[in-house]
Every structure is written in structure tokens, then in C-alpha cells.
């Protein structure tokens, strides 16, 4: 825990009161009980400085809002799909899977960050709602959706994931819909949370286009052949 050093210019003072709190003990007079007088609250109020300045600062405890260096940043989800031929069904199953499985990763932590407000002052209509119910169901479908594409490319898996996409559209409209009217400080907590989900969305319509169009591509090169 840092403490912070007091400013040379509190000190001065504080050395010249003792000087002349010494001197005032050596001389008489009327000048005497003045000086001394003096000198003592010199050193009080600089000791007050002193120790304001030697108080380690006061730790705000906050709830993470959104910490983006944890939130997986894949650009265009499933592009590299789009530079396969149609016979590159094992390379493409492997790019779907790791792109739906960082998404994954993304709604996990929005479903957590979501869930650090529940219960708290002014977040009561989320605890109400069941919004972490919501989050939740969201974070295993995308889990789900990611075991099966090990399995390649099964029918179910493109309406999961249109399905995935439409959860997280309803998310973020639903904390666009709750934080407005309430607080600055509400809104400095769901607003990161609502672009979260809504750029989750938009990822999940991505990678639906791209694994749709290889999808299509690949039954067209059999039906060719």
C-alpha cells in the first residue's frame, strides 16, 4: 500500500518551531510565553499536515465493469472460412470452433459481469427479472453450440447459433431499456455491458453468415461431384 511522503515545505516550518521552541526555554521575558505560544502551534498544525500527508489513500472497492483485455477480440468471426475450398471441411470445422469458442468465452464474462450487479442499490429490477438466468442460458447455449462443432458441421448447429444471436439482441435491449431514467452511475455500469452483448450479437450473425455460406458451399462441391 503506497504513503505518500509530506512536501519539503512542511517540514521547514516544523524544524524552524523546534528552533525556536528551544530558544524561547532559554530566554525571559514578556516575549516568552508569546514565542512560546507560538512555536507550539506552529508544530501542531504542521504535525496535522504531516499526518494527513502519511495516510495511505482510501481504497474504493468497485464492481469490474468491463475489462477489455479479458474480452476476446476476434475481428470478423468465421472470415478465414471464406478462404477454404468447399473440400476443407476439417480445417473449417476447427475455425468455426475456436471463433465460437472465444464468443463463448465473451458471454461468460458478460454473464458474470452482469451478475456482480445483482442485488446491489439500484440494480433491484435485474435481481426481479432473473437477468442472470438470462445471461446464463446464453454462456451454456454458446458452450453447447462449441461441443457439437467437434462432431463437424450438423444441421442444428446454424440456427443455435441465429437463436445465440437473437438472446444476446434481447439482452442488450433489455439493459438499454433498464438503465434509462435511472442514475449516472447506472448507467456508467450497464452501458459497457449493453455494447458487450450487442457486439456479441453482431459476432454471432457474422460467424452464422460465414459458416452458412461455407455450409453451402461444401453440400454444392458434393452435389458436383
Same mark, same amino acid.
Request: aromatic fraction near 6%.
Given at each position: 500500500?503506497?504513503?505518500?511522503?509530506?512536501?519539503?515545505?512542511?517540514?521547514?516550518?516544523?524544524?524552524?518551531?523546534?528552533?525556536?521552541?528551544?530558544?524561547?526555554?532559554?530566554?525571559?521575558?514578556?516575549?516568552?510565553?508569546?514565542?512560546?505560544?507560538?512555536?507550539?502551534?506552529?508544530?501542531?498544525?504542521?504535525?496535522?499536515?504531516?499526518?494527513?500527508?502519511?495516510?495511505?489513500?482510501?481504497?474504493?472497492?468497485?464492481?469490474?465493469?468491463?475489462?477489455?483485455?479479458?474480452?476476446?477480440?476476434?475481428?470478423?468471426?468465421?472470415?478465414?472460412?471464406?478462404?477454404?475450398?468447399?473440400?476443407?471441411?476439417?480445417?473449417?470445422?476447427?475455425?468455426?470452433?475456436?471463433?465460437?469458442?472465444?464468443?463463448?468465452?465473451?458471454?461468460?464474462?458478460?454473464?458474470?459481469?452482469?451478475?456482480?450487479?445483482? &442485488?446491489?442499490?439500484?440494480?433491484?429490477?435485474?435481481?426481479? =427479472?432473473?437477468?442472470?438466468?438470462?445471461? %446464463? !442460458? +446464453? /454462456?451454456? *447455449? @454458446?458452450?453447447?453450440?462449441?461441443?457439437?462443432?467437434?462432431?463437424?458441421?450438423?444441421?442444428?448447429?446454424?440456427?443455435?447459433?441465429?437463436?445465440?444471436?437473437?438472446?444476446?439482441?434481447?439482452?442488450?435491449?433489455?439493459?438499454?431499456?433498464?438503465?434509462? &431514467?435511472?442514475?449516472?452511475?447506472?448507467?456508467?455500469?450497464? =452501458?459497457?455491458?449493453?455494447?458487450?452483448? %450487442? !457486439? +456479441? /450479437?453482431? *459476432? @454471432?450473425?457474422?460467424?452464422?453468415?460465414?459458416?452458412?455460406?461455407?455450409?453451402?458451399?461444401?453440400?454444392?462441391?458434393?452435389?458436383?461431384?
Amino acid at each position: 500500500m503506497m504513503i505518500m511522503r509530506p512536501p519539503l515545505l512542511t517540514i521547514i516550518p516544523l524544524f524552524l518551531a523546534v528552533i525556536a521552541l528551544i530558544i524561547a526555554s532559554g530566554t525571559s521575558g514578556y516575549l516568552l510565553p508569546l514565542t512560546a505560544v507560538l512555536a507550539a502551534v506552529t508544530v501542531l498544525v504542521v504535525l496535522g499536515i504531516i499526518s494527513q500527508y502519511m495516510k495511505p489513500p482510501a481504497e474504493v472497492k468497485q464492481v469490474p465493469i468491463e475489462n477489455f483485455y479479458l474480452w476476446a477480440d476476434i475481428g470478423e468471426s468465421g472470415a478465414e472460412l471464406r478462404r477454404l475450398s468447399p473440400g476443407d471441411v476439417e480445417a473449417a470445422t476447427r475455425i468455426a470452433s475456436a471463433d465460437l469458442g472465444s464468443l463463448s468465452s465473451n458471454a461468460d464474462l458478460l454473464n458474470s459481469r452482469i451478475s456482480l450487479l445483482l &442485488g446491489r442499490d439500484g440494480f433491484e429490477e435485474l435481481t426481479q =427479472e432473473k437477468f442472470n438466468g438470462q445471461t %446464463e !442460458k +446464453l /454462456s451454456e *447455449d @454458446l458452450r453447447g453450440i462449441t461441443k457439437q462443432l467437434k462432431k463437424g458441421f450438423q444441421a442444428e448447429i446454424l440456427s443455435s447459433i441465429e437463436q445465440c444471436a437473437s438472446q444476446a439482441d434481447r439482452i442488450a435491449n433489455k439493459l438499454y431499456d433498464f438503465q434509462r &431514467g435511472k442514475s449516472e452511475v447506472v448507467h456508467v455500469y450497464v =452501458e459497457p455491458l449493453r455494447r458487450a452483448a %450487442e !457486439k +456479441l /450479437s453482431s *459476432d @454471432l450473425r457474422l460467424a452464422f453468415t460465414n459458416i452458412s455460406n461455407f455450409v453451402k458451399s461444401a453440400s454444392a462441391g458434393d452435389e458436383s461431384s
